[in-house]
């Protein structure tokens, strides 16, 4: 079994929600990138999740909403928009912080379990996953899932240790 095959089956995504969200991006010409646990999977050795969070470029957020609202259940949150479909279990979070604004700019194509798509830089991904760690809104279970991206990410690319803050190390060893 292909990793596309393997994935499709573990999200049970017999609706086509992610092959039609990013049919629906490339047409349109909105520019996006995979960011989060999907984006460490390209980089470093992948670990199943049921989430593919992306980012919009910033001036395309509110043209991707639309879009996305003929067609998908798009919920929107302070500083997300969930889409999803019955059919799939699936979960698209599209980050609209702007923080993450520059990320589709630095972007590259790679492999995310069996298909190519823009993936944020790996020193964004770092940077990314050190916010995500830091937010005491997130479920401490996420948190500690952001750590060990981040350790992941560290023993391959050892060199992006200077992006990690020192509490961050501190709670890695």
């Known amino acids: 079994m292909d990793a596309f095959t393997f994935w499709k089956t ?3 995504d017999g609706a086509d929600l992610l ?3 990013i049919a629906l991006l490339t047409d349109h010409g909105i520019q996006f990138c995979i ?3 999907q984006a460490v999977n390209a980089y470093v050795e992948p670990l199943v999740s049921l989430d ?3 980012v919009v470029a910033v001036d395309q957020i509110a043209q991707a909403e639309a879009l996305l609202a003929d067609q998908f259940v798009v919920k929107s949150f302070p500083h997300s928009l969930n889409v999803a479909l019955p059919g799939s279990d699936l979960r698209i979070q599209i980050q609209t912080d ?3 604004g520059d990320f589709v700019y630095h ?3 790679r492999r995310v379990l069996g298909l190519l798509f823009p993936v944020a830089d790996v020193e964004d991904v770092m940077r990314g996953k050190v916010w995500a760690a830091q937010d005491p809104r997130r479920r401490p279970s996420k948190r500690q899932k952001d750590l ?4 992941r990410l560290l023993e391959t690319y050892p ?3 200077p992006l990690v803050p020192s509490d961050i190390r501190t709670r890695l060893l």
């Not at 060990?148 to 350790?151: F, G, K, Q, S, V």
């Open 10 to 12: 573990v999200t049970m």
């Open 19 to 21: 092959e039609r969200v």
């Open 35 to 37: 960011i989060g646990d």
């Open 52 to 54: 593919l969070d992306m």
């Open 98 to 100: 702007p923080r993450y």
């Open 107 to 109: 972007a590259t194509p």
């Open 148 to 151: 060990a991206d981040i350790a």
């Open 159 to 161: 060199e992006l240790e």
